[in-house]
């Protein structure tokens, strides 16, 4: 298995521009989290998804964001407009789940770096 | 609400001596613990969990944890570091309030010296 996918692995873009992060998750999984890492927080969860409906989204920062799962093996996270406080690296990650909480790892992608200017 | 401290940022060790990371939580309830690691450039990836049972669990890459619940630590072990295990160490507790999700600390920073 190609494990989690996400592009693009870099983006640098400018503020006030629309960017979007995409993640395909690994087949078989029901449930897809979108993370985002800073120094200054750590590593926050954003939104996940089961079976492509978005369960949790309180960690979405603003309406600025947006994330989408239109079907089982995609998902894409959007920012409009963009602000340099989202510069950070993006992580998306996808369990498959057994029934019982938390009885599932969740698989990390390698993430995107994101630098707005 | 729950909540992880990894009460160190940076931690440099020489290859071959042993290894202790710390983690704090605070929860309610018996905690879902979790460690994962972060290799340069790379996703997180699992190296052990404790749910409930044995307080002592085996992870990956010669890894284990213990659970002390007096102390609402879960600590993590290696007895000889390898170069290779040079990388970003998470604590994560699992939350349950309606949905579930994960949090996380702020991350160790481990730096091994040949």
């Known amino acids: 298995d190609a494990g989690v996918i996400q592009s693009p692995r870099h983006e640098v873009t400018e503020m006030g521009q629309e960017v979007t992060l995409r993640c395909k998750p690994i087949?078989?999984?029901?449930?897809l989290f979108w993370y985002r890492q800073t120094m200054m927080r750590g590593l926050e969860l954003l939104i996940y998804f089961n079976n492509n409906v978005p369960i949790d989204d309180s960690g979405m920062p603003e309406d600025r964001f947006s994330a989408k799962m239109p079907n089982a093996s995609f998902s894409n996270l959007k920012i409009q407009p963009s602000e340099p406080r989202d510069s950070a690296v993006y992580f998306c990650?996808?369990?498959?789940?057994?029934?019982?909480?938390?009885?599932?790892?969740?698989?990390f992608g390698p993430g995107t770096r994101l630098t707005v200017l | 609400a729950q909540s992880v401290t990894q009460p160190d940022i940076h931690i440099t060790v020489s290859e071959g001596a042993s290894l202790e990371l710390r983690c704090n939580y605070s929860?309610?309830?018996?905690?879902?613990l979790f460690w994962y690691v972060q290799s340069p450039g790379q996703g997180l990836q699992l190296l052990l969990k404790?749910?409930?049972?044995?307080?002592l669990v085996q992870g990956i890459k010669g890894f284990e944890a213990e659970f002390k619940r007096s102390q609402s630590s879960f600590n993590l072990r290696k007895p000889s570091v390898h170069w290779s295990d040079a990388a970003e160490y998470f604590c994560?507790?699992?939350?349950?309030?309606?949905?579930?999700?994960?949090?996380f600390g702020t991350g160790t920073r481990l730096k091994v010296l040949a």
């Open positions: 990650a996808s369990s498959k789940s057994t029934g019982l909480a938390f009885s599932d790892e969740q698989f």
């Open positions: 404790y749910f409930s049972g044995d307080t």
């Open positions: 994560a507790v699992g939350e349950i309030s309606g949905t579930y999700k994960y949090i």
């Open positions: 087949s078989g999984h029901d449930y």
């Open positions: 929860y309610g309830a018996t905690p879902y």
